[in-house]
């Protein structure tokens, strides 16, 4: 497996040497990547975070339940933060102390952060923070950091939240206009990290790291759709640049020591298919949230935020979210709740570990993307198991030995499960954590695992 994955590496590597550029994100456009200073949050971040977008006062309970530890909203009062204080859930706030923006920063938006008042802060036991801009464009960044900075100099332990655009935004969204030879067209056209459109979203990931000493980077990532077929069958499929956008973050992180929180898709446009099947679609399913969930652990994520829990937002909030319009749970939200409890029973011993890298297992059967290697990957790190399957593997370590996050990437359509085999070494044993349990396997024992259709599991060598 490691010489299989040494060989697919270099020959990514060749076809960017040869298109004269760069398959990595790092000091990808002139100037030099900050590595932040780790802030001491009024929450706790040591462990794997689990979010929602738009809250409900009257279904608090329900998203404890459904293991929500925060909610970013832009309806909050106080009412709402003491029914979430209740039940231990934080709040992220757009519009409670201060105004919330997209893509262009407003001047008025920008002068509201840097000249606000900040003895007339309303703070509350429940508030860890503010939602200062969703999807900036990088002309942007500049004045975001100067009020980042006057915000964080003025708050205790508050995170002022800014998310960014995913890879499939256009280059007038992002504001980065790359220029392409003739040779990159030939040699990286075809690549998912090499085609025009990666081009602009790594220009704009590796400005963002240049400029915004933020500790994470964020983005939402929306990965589903489905069509109708000639025979009137919902099919489902996956945009072909998901896995390239975590890779492009996931390498950021890692080379300035942030921490990865990515906004996931739990609502959609289209419930069983629709002719073209541009337009995200319901995911009602255990398997569209697990897959969605590990493949973005398996980049390392700190904190995973579903997107949406309440009946209101974008797409079809009366019946797409977690909440439906009439105060009900959906098939989503059970969905939701069932993942997020198999993620519960590893979150914290999840956050004692450093990421390192992320391969892919059989590239061609990995849905979300079309390339060969990542840019996170590093061969040294692979581990030695056999499998057919299609699979996406992330690799962590820490004091006490190493951790893997193995998820089946088979396409979701196929309805497949993925298998694979691992020996233990003979100087440790392996806990895996799968679907809420917990097996050990001694040290030299063979392990044979099955992973349902998008499940995924979390897996720590334990020495001595």
């Known amino acids: 497996m490691k010489i299989a994955v040494k060989i697919l590496a270099f020959l ?14 790092m000091k990808y456009t002139d100037g030099e990547p900050i590595t932040p200073e780790k802030r001491d949050y009024c929450f706790d971040n040591d462990r794997l975070l689990i979010g929602a977008y738009y809250g409900d006062i ?20 106080e009412a709402f933060l003491d029914e979430c204080q209740k039940y231990g859930i934080g709040v992220i706030s757009n519009g409670y102390n201060l105004p919330g923006g997209y893509s262009t920063l407003d001047p008025e938006n920008e002068k509201s952060w840097v000249k606000f008042d900040y003895t007339q802060y309303r703070n509350h036991p429940a508030l860890w923070g503010d939602d200062f801009i969703d999807e900036p464009n990088a002309d ?18 508050k995170i002022g939240l800014v998310n960014l655009f ?20 030939f040699w990286l056209g075809k690549t998912d990290a090499g085609c025009f459109d ?3 979203y790594k220009m704009y990931i590796s400005d963002y790291i240049n400029k915004i000493p933020t500790d994470y980077i964020c983005a939402d990532i929306y990965p589903y759709r489905s069509k109708k077929n000639v025979f009137d069958k919902e099919v489902k499929s996956t945009i072909k640049n998901w896995i390239y956008n975590l890779d492009v973050m996931a390498e950021a992180c890692r080379g300035t020591g942030r921490d990865l929180w990515i906004i996931t898709q739990a609502s959609g446009e289209t419930k069983n298919g629709e002719p073209g099947g541009r337009n995200p679609r319901y995911c009602d399913e255990v398997s569209d949230i697990s897959q969605q969930c590990y493949a973005c652990l398996a980049f390392g994520a700190k904190a995973i935020i579903h997107a949406q829990f309440a009946a209101k937002g974008w797409w079809d ?3 797409s979210h977690m909440i439906d319009v009439d105060g009900n749970t959906t098939e989503t939200y059970d969905a939701v709740k069932t993942v997020d409890g198999y993620l519960a029973k590893f979150a914290k011993e999840y956050g004692k570990y450093t990421y390192e890298s992320t391969y892919l297992v059989h590239p061609i059967c990995v849905t979300g ?6 840019a996170t990957t590093d061969p040294d790190k692979v581990l030695k198991m056999a499998s057919l399957s299609g699979l996406l593997v992330g690799t962590f370590t820490s004091d006490n030995g190493n951790a893997y996050i193995i998820t089946n990437m088979e396409e979701l359509n196929k309805n497949k499960s993925a298998h694979f085999t691992y020996c233990v070494p003979k100087d440790c044993d392996v806990t895996v954590y799968q679907k809420g349990e917990t097996k050990t396997y ?19 060598e334990n020495k001595g």
């Open 317 to 319: 909030p009366e019946h």
């Open 12 to 25: 990514m590597s060749l076809l960017f040497t040869f298109g004269g550029t760069s398959q990595s994100v």
């Open 140 to 157: 942007a960044f500049e004045n975001i950091a100067k009020s980042l900075e006057v915000y964080n100099a003025n708050t205790d332990g």
């Open 166 to 185: 995913p890879a499939y935004a256009n280059e007038d969204q992002l504001s980065e206009h790359p220029e392409r030879t003739d040779k990159e067209d």
């Open 198 to 200: 990666a081009e602009s």
């Open 58 to 77: 009257d279904h608090v309970k329900e998203a404890k339940e459904a293991g929500i530890d925060f909610i970013i909203d832009s309806s909050v009062d």
């Open 442 to 460: 001694s040290a030299g024992s063979l392990m044979r695992i099955k992973l349902d259709a998008g499940e995924g599991i979390f897996m720590t």
């Open 369 to 374: 993307q079309k390339d060969i290697s990542l």
